[in-house]
């Protein structure tokens, strides 16, 4: 049975603060963050420059991919995803290889940068590697030592003009429609969006005296509070009751959902954004609840660590400054 998840009580939850937190959230992660962000951004600058003059097309792309890190810079997240690929190709005869530098960009902050290709030689058949890698997004995964050591690859491809240059929208290459796939993506969104607010109201609705670690003299009224309060101040009572609230509240969501709603949300994963990533136009995907569940896990976490409320506030400023991070 597919879940209808705009159906659930909203008696809770203030929107308004969950809108407040995520734009703090991110705020928070792209000031932290500023260094490689500028790095990317002079990247896409000098791109602009080395590889001029474009096609007016890919030129308008690359100006919106430029535009977005700008805005990055400021919390603001992106409306589109949108990527960058510098490729090359070597074949003399008996040998060859490919290599590509690929930077991308999704909806939801998250930076994926890394460098690939292939191997073959004639008798011998053919090998892939992986080389670099950089991960970072607003949700907390992160990989790599910063962008730095890419960027400095980057740049000499940039410079080379074997590397061929495309720029990606949604997806697609600079040109081609793929409004389906948009339209996915926006669902599934607006699908997770829902799940994250049922998760919270759930467990706000968790009260009873017996499922509250903090005491009744803490101020806090559900588990909700207790948990944001544990995300921004140290560590007060054991973690686990917590996690298995979380994941017991998410998996229950998720039983309601239909196979074709798990697939929709999993593309939002980092694993279901690299499959879309490496398999362009593969429309049946395997989706794994496991990965699902730990998205939803870490998108409350970081919620939690933002959100305000007076009950919240009132707690950790009795915790004084030396208690909170």
Same mark, same amino acid.
């Given at each position: ?59 308008? +792309?690359?100006? @919106? =991919?430029?535009?977005?890190? !700008?805005?990055? $810079?400021?919390?603001? *997240? ?108 926006? +669902?599934?969104? @607006? =699908?997770?969006?829902?799940? !994250?607010?049922? $998760?919270?109201?759930? *467990? ?122």
């Amino acid at each position: 049975m597919a879940v209808n998840v705009d159906n659930r009580n909203e008696d809770d939850l203030d929107d308004g603060a969950f809108e407040r937190a995520e734009r703090l959230r991110i705020s928070k992660w792209a000031e932290r963050n500023g260094g490689d962000i500028q790095l990317i951004t002079e990247l896409l600058e000098s791109i602009k420059k080395q590889r001029a003059p474009l096609k007016p097309e890919k030129a308008k +792309a690359l100006d @919106k =991919m430029l535009g977005a890190f !700008v805005n990055l $810079a400021k919390g603001e *997240l992106p409306s589109d995803w949108l990527a960058i690929r510098l490729s090359t190709q070597t074949n003399y005869g008996t040998s060859g290889g490919t290599r590509t530098y690929s930077l991308t960009l999704d909806s939801d902050g998250r930076i994926l940068a890394d460098c690939s290709g292939s191997e073959w030689q004639a008798g011998s058949g053919s090998d892939t590697w992986s080389g670099a890698e950089y991960v970072n997004s607003p949700d907390g995964e992160r990989s790599g030592y910063g962008f730095g050591e890419l960027s400095l690859q980057f740049d000499e491809a940039v410079r080379d003009s074997e590397y061929e240059l495309i720029v990606l929208i949604d997806d697609s290459s600079v040109g081609e429609d793929n409004e389906e796939e948009e339209a996915e993506r926006i +669902a599934g969104k @607006k =699908m997770a969006r829902r799940i !994250v607010q049922c $998760a919270m109201r759930d *467990l706000q609705r968790m009260r009873d005296p017996s499922v509250l670690q903090l005491g009744p003299g803490s101020g806090l009224r559900d588990v909700w509070d207790e948990i944001c309060v544990q995300a921004q101040t140290v560590c007060l009572v054991p973690w686990e009751p917590y996690k298995m609230a979380i994941h017991g509240i998410i998996e229950g969501i998720l039983d309601d959902c239909s196979r074709n709603q798990l697939r929709t949300i999993w593309l939002l994963t980092p694993k279901g954004t690299d499959w879309r990533f490496e398999n362009p136009g593969n429309k049946s995907p395997a989706p794994c609840d496991a990965d699902i569940i730990e998205f939803f896990y870490t998108d409350l976490l970081s919620k939690a660590s933002d959100y305000e409320n007076a009950r919240i506030r009132g707690y950790c400023d009795r915790l004084g400054p030396t208690d909170t991070f």
